[in-house]
Structures are given as structure tokens and as C-alpha cells.
């Protein structure tokens, strides 16, 4: 073969092949709208690590929608994470940062199976952390093993804390956005899953079949998403993990919010009426901003006027999402829900008893719905109960990663049985194939849930716990209707406040109420910490301070 000869033929293979990455020197190379970006290549997975999918959320741009990230020449390296966003890194997060937080945050990473041919289904990941923590960076959200199944792995930082969520009088009249006001969070998902369709091509994969998926403030993030009309086409299947009961109704509201961040320009020495209040903000630094708040600080939060606001009502991007699921106004494409089985709030809470009634409204509206609830202990964590956030590590086949040289057969074979319908999903809208034993989908009347045993098994049937949840419900009902306190509604920090009711808990649980922790749960019910000390919260010990509690008027 002459040498033009080959030069032709190889220029032919080049242009067949699609627009994805191609080794040079053994470096995946892609070209974007904004410029070439070189990653790596292990394990016969390529990845780009630290992409800009949006101008950096400084100085003027802080408390902006995001804005179109610059073009830059030559080619950009991609192989490390970039910061994760502006934060106060909590310690005991299931999934501990890999980098130093930072304001100039907003960057995609990309996995893919370096010899796929064809487009590849698209996973994108959003994290949890409460709105306040989280990122893109932890090794256990790495996409490398679920991209050696034949997809590609998204993800991505967006803005937390107070620079994720923020309103002010002077900032609502100015407008910058044209009334996208506050959610800056939630517009950074949207940006970034705007990228993803305007530039996944490129990489190999295809647009038309992006499978959002979240955890916690993440799972909360693809209600959001589903049910946002500002998110429409933006991709075609959804997956919430312990994302709650998809109810956003009596949050705060816009003037709530610009009540809050006047709080806190007062607290900062900036008069919230100032014309230039804005401005002052902008000058604080980030560490002033954040002002060492974390999931910590949400669960003892300072004393004084309250200063930080989570995601709120505002009617465009995040909507009343119970309305929209039971009207079918969004998105309806198929949707896996789930939760851990000592999921926060026990058995009966938000994210148990939550995932049941939203699987259960959006199966109402005929959307194909499968539930999950994650029952398996790591053989190393020597307790039972499958805690908030450790479904993560198996769903994404990253259990060596997440426990080391503990990790056993028995993990391993777990992770690859619940990531093997996590890639089915992806793959064709369905978790079932592959030889899997069959997750039926859901609806209220069979009320049929994938049970991802504690013995390790994938066991489909009727939930268990239905009735009990059903009854706890109807409780939790009935208490919120009856005004007073009460171990179901009422938050612990409530009860301290109030002298009388502080007396009924000292009288009956006061190795709890005294113990210096006591000031982490302020926020939760005593029903909540149930599952983490069932000796001393027994149902009958629950009953008798409800009884104590009941002559205790209400203080106002």
C-alpha cells in the first residue's frame, strides 16, 4: 500500500467514526464548542476531568444565573477534578471531598469506554449534601466502572450554601436574568445538562438518551428537574435516590428568602436597605460567605435571625412539584425511586415513606415507575440497617473504592448486581434484562418494590412495610392536626426551648436530652432518631412522653 493510499484510508476511518475522543500520543482528544480538551486513558476507560461547562460565578457573576464559559486556544488539559464548590467540607459525609472548595467551581467531568463505537447512553450525576455540601470530586462518584459497562458518565459541581441559594430587594428589581431569581443551584444543573446536550457528541455519546440521577439534595434536584418546565428535553429517564416525597408546597417562598439574606447583610455590617448592599455582598469573600456553614451548622445552627435559605418556590424553575405530578405537567419519562432501609426519618419518613407516595403519584399519572428500597450492610460495617447515602458506592460499582481492602466477595457481588440494572436503565429506559431477576414496576394497588436485600439479593415483591408506613402516616397526620407537641412533627430544639416540654424529656429520656450531642438533633423529631436508638425510643416510651406531652400548652 502506497503511502498517500494509507493517508486516504485513514482519513476515511477518521471521518466514519463519530465526533468522540481519539488517542494522539495515547491521550483522548475531543474538541468542544469552546476548544480541545486532552484527558487520560486507564483501564481502557478514557476520562476528562475539569471542563468548564460555564463562566466562572465571580465578582459581579456571583448571585447570577451562569453564563457561557469562554473559548480558550490550543488544547486544555483535563485529567485532574476541578474545586468543588464554595463550602465548609463536612467530615462525616459519606463521600469526603477530593479537593479544596472553591468560588470558580462550575466544571463537567466525562467517562467513556475508550474502544466504544456508536453513541453511548449518557448518565448524569447530581450529588447530595443537603444544599450546603457535596461535589463532583469524591472517588466514590468516579464513573470509571459503570463506563466499562458501555455508557458514558457525567458529572458535575453546582453552587451550595448561600452562594447556591440567594435573594435580596435590590438584586429581585435589577433583574439581571430576567426573572430567574435565587435557585442558582438548580440553574447551574440545568446549565450543565444544557452542555451535555450541546457537546456529548463530541465525546461519543448520545444526546437523545441522558438518564438524569441524584441522592438526597441530588434526588431532591431530579423532582426538580422532572418537574421544571425550564428543564424539558433536557433528558429521557430519571433516577431519585432518597430524594424525598417530591412535595414542595409551604417551603419559602421569595420574600421569605429576601427576608433571610437581609439577616445576613445585617449580620455582615451591611444595612439591608443600603442601595449599594449588593455590591458590599460581592466584596465579602467567599469565606465570609459561607461563614463556616455546613450540614453541622443545619443541624446546630447559630443563635440569631436565621441567615441561610435552601432552594425555594419560585414558580418557573422550582415548582409546586405534588401539583405538577398529580396535574402531569412534566416530564414524563421513566423513573426508578428509592431509598435506604435506615433512611432518615425512619420507616415512616421523608425519604422512605417518601419515596412510596411519590412513586405511587407519578404511577398514578401512567409514567412507567420502579421502587427500590436498599437494604444491604457493607459485611464490614458490622451493624444492621442500610444508612442515608450507602446505596451510592453500589449503585455505581465502587464498593473497593468505598471500603478499601475490606471490602468482600459478597459487596462486590452486590455492587455489580445493582449497578447491572442501573446501566440497563440507562441503557433502554427498563432496569430488567441481563438474566436480572425481574423488578416489577410500580403501582399503588400491587405496591410492589426491589427489595436489595441484606442477604445480598435482588428480591422483588410486595413492600413489607406498606401497611405499617400507611398507619404512620395517618398518624403523622393526625398528629400535625392536633397542635400539639408531639414526638412525630415537633423538632427536638423546639421542645428544649419551651421549659414545660424540656421537663417532660428530662422525666423520661434524660440521658438523651443531657448528653452534649443533643444540640446536632435539635432539628430532628425524636420519631427520626428512632432507628438509631431503638432501646431507648421504644414505640411504648414514644407513646407515653406523646401522653406527658399532650397537657403541655403550646407555647407561641
Known amino acids: 500500500m502506497t503511502r498517500s493510499c494509507f493517508l486516504l484510508l485513514a482519513g476515511v476511518a477518521l471521518l466514519s467514526a463519530p465526533m468522540a475522543a481519539f488517542a494522539q500520543g495515547g491521550a483522548p482528544m475531543v474538541q468542544i464548542e469552546t476548544g480541545q480538551v486532552r484527558g487520560a486513558t486507564d483501564a481502557g476507560v478514557s476520562s476528562w476531568k475539569g471542563i468548564p461547562f460555564a463562566a466562572p460565578p465571580l465578582g459581579a457573576l456571583r448571585w447570577r444565573a451562569p453564563q457561557p464559559a469562554a473559548r480558550w486556544s490550543g488544547v486544555r488539559e483535563a485529567t485532574q477534578y476541578s474545586s468543588d464548590c464554595m463550602q465548609k467540607p463536612f467530615p462525616s459525609d459519606a463521600a469526603p471531598l477530593g479537593t479544596t472548595p472553591a468560588e470558580d467551581c462550575l466544571y463537567a467531568n466525562v467517562w467513556k469506554p475508550t474502544a466504544a463505537r456508536g453513541k453511548l447512553p449518557v448518565i448524569v450525576w447530581i450529588y ?46 435589577a ?18 445538562l444544557k452542555w451535555v446536550q450541546r457537546n456529548i457528541a463530541a465525546f461519543g455519546g448520545d444526546p437523545n438518551n441522558v438518564m438524569i440521577i441524584g441522592e438526597s439534595a441530588g434526588g431532591m434536584s ?41 439577616n445576613f447583610a445585617q449580620a455582615n455590617g451591611i444595612a439591608p436597605n443600603d442601595p449599594q448592599a449588593l455590591e458590599k455582598l460581592r466584596a465579602l469573600s467567599a469565606e465570609q460567605v459561607t461563614d463556616g456553614l455546613s450540614m453541622m451548622q ?37 423513573i426508578i425511586i428509592g431509598a435506604t432501609s435506615a433512611d432518615m426519618g425512619g420507616k415512616s419518613g421523608f425519604m422512605i415513606a417518601g419515596a412510596r407516595s411519590a412513586s405511587a403519584r407519578i404511577a398514578k399519572q401512567r409514567v412507567p415507575v420502579w421502587e427500590y428500597r436498599f437494604s444491604y450492610v457493607a459485611d464490614s460495617v ?91 402516616v395517618q398518624r403523622l397526620a393526625a398528629a400535625k392536626a392536633s397542635g400539639k407537641y408531639n414526638s412525630l412533627t415537633t423538632p427536638i430544639g423546639t421542645m428544649l426551648d419551651d421549659p414545660a416540654a424540656k421537663a417532660v424529656l428530662e422525666k423520661r429520656i434524660p440521658m438523651l436530652i443531657n448528653s452534649p450531642q443533643i444540640g446536632m438533633a435539635r432539628s430532628q423529631t425524636l420519631a427520626a432518631l428512632q432507628p438509631y436508638m431503638p432501646t431507648m425510643l421504644t414505640d411504648d416510651m414514644l407513646k407515653s412522653i406523646d401522653s406527658d406531652l399532650a397537657a403541655v400548652p403550646v407555647r407561641k
Open 382 to 472: 458490622g451493624q444492621p440497617g442500610a444508612q442515608h447515602a450507602t446505596d451510592i458506592p453500589f449503585f455505581f460499582d465502587n464498593t473497593a473504592i468505598k471500603y478499601g481492602a475490606q471490602t468482600t466477595p459478597k459487596d462486590i457481588a452486590m455492587g455489580k448486581t445493582i449497578s447491572a440494572y442501573l446501566v440497563n436503565f440507562a441503557k433502554t429506559g427498563d432496569p430488567n434484562g441481563g438474566g436480572l431477576p425481574a423488578w416489577p414496576k410500580y403501582d399503588a394497588a400491587s405496591d410492589q418494590l426491589m427489595d436489595f436485600s441484606a442477604e445480598g439479593k435482588a428480591v422483588a415483591g410486595k413492600d413489607p412495610w406498606g401497611a405499617e408506613i400507611d398507619s404512620a
Open 222 to 262: 431530579v423532582h426538580t428537574l422532572v418537574t421544571s418546565p425550564l428543564a424539558r428535553g433536557l433528558f429521557q429517564k430519571a433516577f431519585v435516590m432518597s430524594g424525598g416525597a417530591a412535595e414542595t408546597a409551604g417551603g419559602p417562598t421569595l420574600s421569605d428568602v429576601e427576608q433571610i439574606y437581609q
Open 175 to 192: 433583574d439581571p436574568d430576567h426573572g430567574l431569581i435565587g435557585n442558582y443551584g438548580f440553574m447551574d444543573q440545568i446549565a450543565a
Open 128 to 173: 447530595g449534601g443537603g444544599f450546603v455540601n457535596g461535589g463532583a470530586s469524591p472517588p466514590t462518584y468516579a464513573g470509571a466502572n459503570l463506563a466499562q459497562k458501555g455508557v458514558m458518565f457525567v458529572s458535575f459541581n453546582y453552587r451550595v450554601g448561600r452562594f447556591g441559594t440567594f435573594a435580596l430587594p435590590q438584586l429581585t428589581k
Open 298 to 334: 443545619m443541624f446546630q445552627p447559630k443563635p440569631g435571625p436565621k441567615t441561610y435559605s435552601g432552594p425555594f418556590l419560585d414558580g418557573k424553575l422550582e415548582v409546586d412539584q405534588a401539583k405538577a405530578y398529580d396535574s402531569g405537567n412534566f416530564s414524563k419519562v421513566p
